[in-house]
């Protein structure tokens, strides 16, 4: 009985170790542990995609790479189909983390999006606004997007209308 136990306890002690390995190799890194990215003139994102039953959750990072401070993160993602058509909508409400650019700080995110399938041509359209301390006394308000396909990740272009 002593025997059995002590290997359980062995197979616990490992498991662990292993656990704990991953877990520290995302604190170094948790860029790296995410799908897909955009980088903008003050932040980059990473996320990965998922498809829960009928919603898509889309989980991930933001970062500061420009600003000494950003704080009042508010992010919202719309999925749009082909057409551009509003699928569905999700938001965070805005963080107040403030992120240090010299200190690599990132604020994690979570959208879940009702009743949204990643399907090809289907694009998801980041908005997020924000204020920024760039070293001035009192700082800037932000607003930003980017679009991109919902099941590549890939970066859509804006088509401009042709002026006549």
Same mark, same amino acid.
């Given at each position: 009985?002593?025997?059995?136990?002590?290997?359980?306890?062995?197979?616990?002690?490992?498991?662990?170790?292993?656990?704990?390995?991953?877990?520290?190799?995302?604190?170094?890194? @948790?860029?790296?542990?995410?799908?897909?990215?955009? *980088?903008?003139? $003050?932040?980059?994102?990473?996320?990965?995609?998922?498809?829960?039953?009928?919603?898509?959750?889309?989980?991930?990072?933001?970062?500061?790479?420009?600003?000494?401070?950003?704080?009042?993160? $508010?992010?919202?993602?719309?999925?749009?189909?082909? %057409?551009?058509?509003?699928?569905?909508?999700?938001?965070?409400? @805005?963080?107040?983390? %403030?992120?240090?650019?010299?200190?690599?700080? *990132?604020? @994690?995110?979570?959208?879940?999006?009702?009743?949204?399938?990643?399907?090809?041509?289907?694009?998801?359209?980041?908005?997020?606004?924000?204020?920024? %301390?760039?070293?001035? !006394?009192?700082?800037?308000? !932000?607003?930003?997007?980017?679009?991109?396909?919902?099941?590549?990740?890939?970066?859509?272009?804006?088509?401009?209308?042709?002026?006549?």
């Amino acid at each position: 009985m002593s025997l059995l136990v002590g290997r359980l306890i062995l197979i616990g002690v490992i498991t662990s170790l292993a656990a704990c390995a991953s877990i520290k190799s995302f604190e170094d890194n @948790p860029e790296s542990q995410l799908t897909y990215r955009h *980088s903008s003139f $003050d932040l980059k994102f990473a996320w990965n995609t998922l498809q829960t039953g009928n919603d898509m959750v889309i989980e991930g990072l933001i970062i500061n790479v420009r600003n000494v401070q950003v704080r009042d993160i $508010d992010l919202n993602v719309t999925v749009l189909d082909t %057409n551009g058509r509003v699928l569905s909508e999700g938001a965070v409400p @805005p963080s107040p983390v %403030n992120l240090r650019m010299n200190m690599n700080d *990132s604020v @994690p995110f979570s959208v879940k999006l009702k009743d949204a399938i990643i399907a090809k041509g289907n694009v998801l359209k980041f908005i997020i606004i924000y204020h920024t %301390n760039d070293g001035s !006394w009192y700082g800037h308000e !932000w607003q930003s997007s980017f679009k991109v396909d919902a099941a590549t990740g890939g970066a859509v272009e804006e088509q401009r209308e042709k002026q006549k």
